[in-house]
């Protein structure tokens, strides 16, 4: 199977999120990244069920995790630390956390998203 036709097509695209639930995370981890996208606002419809289906693995995929939180987009790092950052084991990316906590750039200052890095490494 083409594991590609389990990317959803738009923010509305719940058949195919309810499909994602049928699947092993091992089936699905070659797409990760592409679900990942859907995350980038957290107001979009299929956010949060993908968060949802994602959220018991977040370790499996912690090195895209890192990725997010090292580059360019404050918005995608504040969604990504909402839906992810309280249950985070990894250690790279909790001394990620740690640092946009307490040496945030300006737009993680501008973007609140030292904010929630605060409260995840305050628990």
Same mark, same amino acid.
């Given at each position: 199977?083409?594991? $590609? ?15 994602? /639930? ?25 956010? /949060? ?10 370790? $499996? ?10 580059g360019q987009d404050e918005m995608w /790092? ?46």
């Open positions: 199977m083409n594991v $590609k036709i389990l990317i959803p097509k738009d923010k509305f695209d719940f058949e195919t999120v309810e499909k994602l /639930k049928t699947y092993s995370f091992d089936e699905i981890k070659p797409i990760i990244p592409d679900l990942l996208e859907w995350l980038q606002d957290g107001n979009w419809p299929i956010s /949060k069920p993908i968060a949802e289906l994602l959220a018991p693995h977040v370790e $499996k995929f912690s090195p895209e995790i890192l990725k997010i939180l090292i /790092k504040y969604w990504i630390l909402l839906n992810f950052g309280k249950i985070l084991k990894n250690k790279l990316v909790l001394h990620e956390i740690d640092r946009i906590a307490k040496n945030p750039n300006q737009n993680e200052i501008d973007n609140n998203v030292f904010k929630i890095a605060i409260e995840i490494i305050s628990k």
